[in-house]
Nanobody
Framework: VQLVESGGGLVQAGGSLRLSCVASNITFNVHAMGWFRQPPGKERELVATHTSSGTIVYADSAKGRFTISRDNAKNTVYLQMNTLKPEDTAVYFC????????????WGQGTQVTVSS
């Protein structure tokens, strides 16, 4: 399984970014796809997940500002981030979690998002 993120960068507070994650060597429609982030000096944390059946979960910090979506035909998951804040600065990681045995988990290499004040 290979997950490749893109779309990170430097943005001013209040701005928007759209992250993309393309998955390969994967049966995409039996995986829950998610976005996690790791702020500087902190632990990795959940941002949002989207199961294959359509269940979506957001971290409290993402609710109302971020939107996760997936395109099964393109093996791609997106994270639309609006009204960005400096505290959103982090490396953002794509995650694929298989929803059937052997329930494997894969991670992308991460993409840096920096929000300036």
């Amino acid at each position: 399984v290979q997950l490749v993120e893109s779309g990170g960068g430097l943005v001013q507070a209040g701005g928007s970014l759209r992250l993309s994650c393309v998955a390969s060597n994967i049966t995409f429609n039996v995986h829950a796809m998610g976005w996690f982030r790791q702020p500087p000096g902190k632990e990795r944390e959940l941002v949002a997940t989207h199961t294959s059946s359509g269940t979506i979960v957001y971290a409290d910090s993402a609710k109302g500002r971020f939107t996760i979506s997936r395109d099964n035909a393109k093996n791609t998951v997106y994270l639309q981030m609006n009204t960005l804040k400096p505290e959103d600065t982090a490396v953002y990681f794509c995650n694929a979690r298989q929803e059937m045995f052997p329930y494997s988990i894969a991670w992308g290499q991460g993409t840096q998002v920096t929000v300036s004040s």
